[in-house]
DNA sequence: AACAGGGTCAACCGCTGTTGC
DNA sequence: GGCAACAGCGGTTGACCCTGT
């Protein structure tokens, strides 16, 4: 702070370059090449900032530059190379040819990051939600919910294939996760054990107008709570799938290990009208409930609907977003070494 | 037609890391 | 080791455009 910008001396211009300024630093590039930007643009004739020069050359003039819309394999790629390496903007765009940082950090910001939130997604993270889980899960446990046969999950658009017993052990794990790096499944029981307790304190204690205007927040979330259900189903699918014939014979089902970054997903599948999941937490605990929720994804082989639906570049922008529902269900392996990606 | 509001994206800003003296 | 210059990074800004009222 308190430095003042390189622009600022000597009255050097700022602003949107015109096609005179730009032609000149092409043409000065074309016969010394790039580098030493500090004295670049006086020998350029240019009355810019050295630091100005070279963002235009980087973002605008380089001819390796691809311009115009980004592919589907792009999109798929950057939300892949943002869950392992975060905002590290110029190591995504060197793994994508002809896009540079600031326009990967554009995108990102105005179209993907936007997108995962619409979906119930934290764009940080990757993984659904945890305020929309708690939400269920505090409104499950409303004694005034309960009375009324107010059914929360219709309410928060999750109702008709998810099993409710999956949400509060799901919203106990998402929040013991957030309080602590190691969960085992015994602390994890504990946990669950004095989050229900905590949340049922917190609803004794609201009248039911409180309740109710909650709810009436609640339908905020709908858009988001619809994309998470397609999160939330995958847990019924592979590689490890709880199935219940009934509600007394139930049984994990696996079918593989997990993949790895770069594997296929396994395909996407319905179950049918069983009942998708009734479980413990212990066996969502054993089994990596993270990567229950998501699963890594593959650009050519991933179908993208349980209907099989192929898309397309140019598709709709809820196309993309029904993409994306699966397409951001992967996880980052512990065994991944994040250091060799850089 | 005029205006407001929101989205987009090129460019800027401040900071950090690297290099050379 | 200390310093300055330089290069590069990620976050932010603001002009422009589009859409809805």
């Given at each position: 702070m308190g430095k003042?910008?390189?622009c600022d001396k000597n009255g050097l211009k700022k602003g949107p370059w015109t096609a005179e300024e730009d032609q000149k630093l092409m043409d000065y590039i074309k016969k010394h090449g790039h580098g030493r930007w500090r004295i670049l643009p006086k020998n350029a004739g240019l009355k810019r900032c050295?630091?100005?020069?070279?963002?235009r050359w980087t973002n605008y003039l380089r001819s390796d530059i691809k311009r115009g819309k980004f592919s589907f394999e792009e999109e798929e790629a950057i939300i892949r190379l943002h869950s392992v390496l975060g905002n590290k903007w110029s190591a995504i765009a060197s793994r994508l040819p002809g896009r540079t940082d600031n326009e990967i950090k554009n995108y990102w910001n105005t179209h993907i990051r936007k997108r995962l939130l619409r979906m119930g997604i934290d764009p940080?993270?990757?993984n659904p939600r945890v305020d929309?889980?708690?939400?269920?899960?505090?409104?499950?446990?409303?004694?005034?919910?309960?009375?009324?046969?107010?059914?929360?999950?219709?309410?928060?658009?999750i109702g008709s294939m998810l099993n409710p017993n999956l949400l509060n052990p799901a919203t106990s794990?998402?929040?013991?996760?957030?309080s602590s790096q190691e969960a085992s499944p015994e602390n994890v029981q504990e946990n669950q054990l004095d989050n229900s307790q905590v949340h049922q304190n917190q609803f004794q204690s609201l009248q039911p107008s409180q309740i109710q205007a909650c709810i009436d927040s609640s339908a905020l979330f709908l858009d988001e709570t619809q994309l998470l259900q397609a999160h939330l189903k995958q847990l019924s699918t592979s590689p490890a799938n709880f199935i219940c014939q009934n509600s007394s014979q139930c049984s994990w089902q696996e079918t593989g290990n997990f993949p790895t970054m770069g594997e296929s997903l396994v395909p996407y599948h319905e179950i049918g009208n069983q009942t998708l999941i009734k479980s413990s937490f212990e066996n969502l605990s054993n089994l990596g409930f993270s990567s229950l929720i998501s699963?890594?994804?593959s650009s050519s082989t991933t179908p993208l609907q349980s209907s099989s639906t192929t898309y397309v570049?140019?598709?709709?922008?809820d196309e993309r977003d029904s993409?994306?529902?699966n397409m951001l269900m992967f996880d980052i392996p512990n065994s991944l070494d994040v250091n060799g990606l850089l």
């Open positions: 003042s910008a390189c050295g630091k100005s020069c070279r963002l940080v993270t990757h929309l889980l708690q939400l269920y899960s505090v409104l499950n446990s409303s004694p005034y919910i309960s009375s009324h046969q107010i059914d929360i999950s219709s309410l928060l658009g794990f998402f929040s013991f996760q957030s699963s890594t994804p570049n140019g598709s709709t922008e993409y994306c529902s």
